[in-house]
């Protein structure tokens, strides 16, 4: 059983940081890409990061030049640096990812979420 866990939601003052991480934990034989989203009330889901096992990067842009996503291979987790947070920026921020549990079978996986909300 594959799981994704998040964790490093928290309040933060508007232009603070905050840093989330991701581990992904089971029956893991590789990960392809890695992927952080965000959902506000009453909003749909968006993608905020993207990071693939090969090292590309993409952001949304409206965290470009603020939020940096990282992953570590070796402990199969992925994490989101978060500087000069925004009120907009108040969120549930979920991680995703596409995981093979063996040879021939890869998964879609979702965590359960952590909540960032940016305020004073």
């Known amino acids: 059983q594959v799981q994704l866990v998040e964790s490093g939601g928290d309040l933060v003052q508007p232009g603070g940081s905050l840093r989330l991480s991701c581990a992904a934990s089971?029956?893991?034989?590789?990960?392809?890409?890695m992927r952080w989203y965000r959902q506000a009330p009453e909003k749909p889901r968006e993608l905020v990061a993207s990071?693939?096992?090969?090292?590309?990067?993409n952001y949304g842009d409206d965290v470009k030049g603020r939020f940096t996503i990282s992953r570590d291979d070796r402990e199969n987790t992925v994490d989101l640096q978060m500087d000069s947070l925004k009120p907009d920026d108040t969120a549930v921020y979920y991680c995703?990812?596409?995981?093979?549990?063996?040879?021939?079978?890869?998964?879609?996986?979702w965590g359960k979420g952590t909540l960032v909300t940016v305020s004073s």
């Open positions: 995703y990812a596409q995981i093979w549990i063996n040879t021939s079978l890869r998964s879609d996986y």
């Open positions: 089971g029956s893991i034989v590789a990960i392809d890409v």
């Open positions: 990071i693939t096992s090969g090292g590309r990067i």
